[in-house]
């Protein structure tokens, strides 16, 4: 199984980022720019939250407010899980699907963010690895 060292030096997207002081619209633009559903909100390198599209329903739609008068740190979620590089795409997904979350940003050994991965990356690189075992039993056993 693939580390998510290996997953990142894959994906070739520039990272997606807000500081907590801009605005949750200007927030949901970057969303829409970069087709991701969350973004990770750094204050200069310092990972500080996350914003994700569940944040923006639950706190800004359902409670009527509007995100042009809302900044990040009001509605992002500031108590992060991470992940580190040498994490294995079985052990991130055993983390999403227990903690309940969607993303999870990723550090390195400086603890300087480095990307972010989603339930979908773990899903499409778990299907990619099921697609390549299968590929070789089919081989080994027509062989």
Excluded: N, W
């Excluded at 990142?8 to 949901?28: C, E, I």
């Excluded at 750094?42 to 359902?62: F, H, M, N, P, T």
């Amino acid at each position: 199984m693939k580390t998510l060292r290996q997953l990142l030096a894959g994906k070739h997207r520039t990272l997606a980022v807000v500081s907590p002081k801009d605005t949750v619209f200007h927030a949901l633009t970057l969303m829409a720019d970069h087709d991701v559903g969350a973004l990770l909100v750094l204050d200069g390198e310092q990972l500080v939250g996350l914003l994700s599209e569940r944040d923006y329903a639950r706190k800004i739609a359902l409670q009527g407010k509007t995100s042009r008068d809302v900044r990040v740190q009001d509605i992002m979620s500031d108590k992060v899980l991470y992940v580190g590089l040498e994490h294995s795409v079985d052990e991130c997904m055993a983390l999403m699907t227990e903690k309940r979350v969607r993303h999870l940003p990723v550090l390195d050994e400086a603890q300087q963010v480095v990307g972010i991965v989603s339930i979908g990356d773990m899903v499409k690189e778990t299907i990619g690895e099921q697609q390549f075992i299968i590929q070789q039993l089919e081989s080994y056993i027509s062989g």
